[in-house]
């Protein structure tokens, strides 16, 4: 996970880059019902077309494209991640790992059907300069597609909203519907098989005071039990269809809204 920065193209990202083992563990336990895989492929089939997964880490959800997409291509500005995404991938003939930015896509413009980004760059304001990358990589036709966390939803936006008690939720859905996003709440549930995995994923996520709490009621949420323990956690998926002919008034890769700068990502500094 990630945030924008108006100053710094890339920040490092506090979970993954320095507890990549932990985050592993984060990413087996999220969406354990497949609901967010639902709605993606309910807003835009990506099946025989080019997907580009930006912010790709260490590459978790390139298989997952990979199984039906023409081809696919991540991008991470992590090298290590890098890497490791392109060990991950090793044997999938349709899909390839490059390192690069948001803000400046190693992509040809108009090249790819999808633009997926999950919990990586894309949280608001300060992010225009990667949608305008996302539109110009697009063809007419295509979808940009971003995973975020539900800031509003319990009891994992509660958490977030301690730590990051300047971080406006309206602010940030009110500058995705100015820029032609649809916007869809899915619950999910995360799913873990043992209490210590639960407690290393929610110590990479929040300071340890909100990190302690957020512990104790999830154990407690799941009757202290040792095993096969869920949390509840609720994103929001952004979705927004490239024109294939003229653009409509009030639909712009240019996005409007930077008064918002108020709100930064909803991610731990």
């Known amino acids: 996970m990630r945030w924008s920065s108006r100053r710094t193209e890339v920040v490092p990202s506090p979970n993954i880059w320095y507890y990549q083992s932990d985050y592993e563990l984060e990413n087996r336990a999220q969406d354990s019902g497949g609901e967010l895989w639902r709605v993606l492929r309910e807003e835009y089939d990506w099946a025989g077309r080019d997907v580009l997964d930006v912010g790709c880490g260490d590459g978790f959800h390139l298989p997952v494209f990979a199984r039906d997409a023409r081809s696919v291509l991540g991008v991470e500005p992590h090298e290590p991640l890098v890497r490791d995404a392109l060990k991950r991938v090793q044997g999938l003939s349709n899909v390839d790992v490059r390192h690069g930015r948001a803000q400046r896509l190693p992509v040809r413009s108009a090249s790819v059907d999808v633009v997926h980004a999950r919990t990586a760059y894309?949280?608001?304001?300060?992010?225009?300069?990667g949608l305008a990358e996302a539109e110009r990589v697009l063809r007419p036709g295509g979808a940009i597609l971003i995973v975020d966390l539900d800031v509003t939803s319990e009891p994992y936006g509660s958490w977030m909203r301690a730590d990051l008690p300047h971080y406006d939720p309206v602010a940030v859905e009110r500058f995705f519907a100015r820029a032609g996003f649809g916007c869809r709440r899915v619950a999910t549930e995360w799913r873990f098989a043992t209490a210590a995995d639960l407690e290393a994923v929610l110590k990479i996520e929040f300071s340890r005071p909100v990190a302690e709490q957020a512990i104790a009621e999830s154990l407690q949420r799941n009757g202290n039990r040792a095993q096969d323990l869920t949390l509840p956690v609720g994103y929001r998926v952004h979705a927004r269809v490239?024109?294939?002919?003229?653009?409509?008034?009030?639909?712009?890769?240019?996005?409007?809204?930077?008064?918002?700068?108020?709100?930064s990502s909803p991610r731990m500094p």
């Open 242 to 263: 490239k024109p294939t002919g003229l653009v409509l008034p009030g639909h712009s890769a240019a996005v409007s809204g930077a008064d918002d700068s108020s709100s």
């Open 122 to 129: 894309f949280f608001g304001p300060g992010c225009e300069p």
